[in-house]
C-alpha cells in the first residue's frame, strides 16, 4: 500500500514557476513508477508526467514538453513537478500517482493522491 500527499500548489502570474512534491509512504516507493495528472473544470483527468523507478526514463503530454519537469529522490520518498512558464490554461488540481511504470504512462496507475490545486492567473 502507498500513500501519496502533494504540496506545492497555490496562485502563480502567468509566466511563474511553482514546484509540486509528492511525499510517498511505504517502503516499495523506490520501485514505483510515479506519474502527475491534473484535471480542470469541467475536463477529464489528464496525463502530464511520469517518471520509471530509477528516473532514467520520462514521458510528458505535449502541452507541457520543455515546461515541465519531473524528478524523484528515492532517498527522500519524492517526486517532484517542477512547472516553468506557467500559463492561464494550467489552472487545475494536480494529481500524483504511483504504479507500474506502463501503467502510469498507459493512464492507469494503482494509486491516487487527494492533488492540490494550480492556479494561474492571466
Known amino acids: 500500500q502507498v500513500q501519496l500527499v502533494e504540496s506545492g500548489g497555490g496562485l502563480v502570474q502567468a509566466g511563474g514557476s511553482l514546484r509540486l512534491s509528492c511525499a510517498a509512504s511505504g517502503r516499495t516507493f523506490s520501485t514505483y513508477g510515479m506519474g502527475w495528472f491534473r484535471q480542470a473544470p469541467g475536463k477529464e483527468r489528464e496525463f502530464v508526467a511520469a517518471?520509471?523507478?530509477?528516473?532514467?526514463?520520462?514521458r510528458y503530454a505535449d502541452s507541457v514538453k520543455v515546461r515541465f519537469t519531473i524528478s524523484r529522490d528515492n532517498a527522500k520518498n519524492t517526486v517532484y513537478l517542477q512547472m516553468n512558464s506557467l500559463k492561464p490554461e494550467d489552472t487545475a488540481l494536480y494529481y500524483c500517482?504511483?504504479?507500474?511504470?506502463?501503467?502510469?504512462?498507459?493512464?492507469?496507475?494503482?494509486?491516487w493522491g487527494q492533488g492540490t490545486q494550480v492556479t494561474v492567473s492571466p
Open positions: 500517482a504511483a504504479g507500474d511504470y506502463i501503467m502510469v504512462v498507459s493512464k492507469r496507475p494503482t494509486y
Open positions: 517518471i520509471n523507478w530509477g528516473g532514467s526514463s520520462t
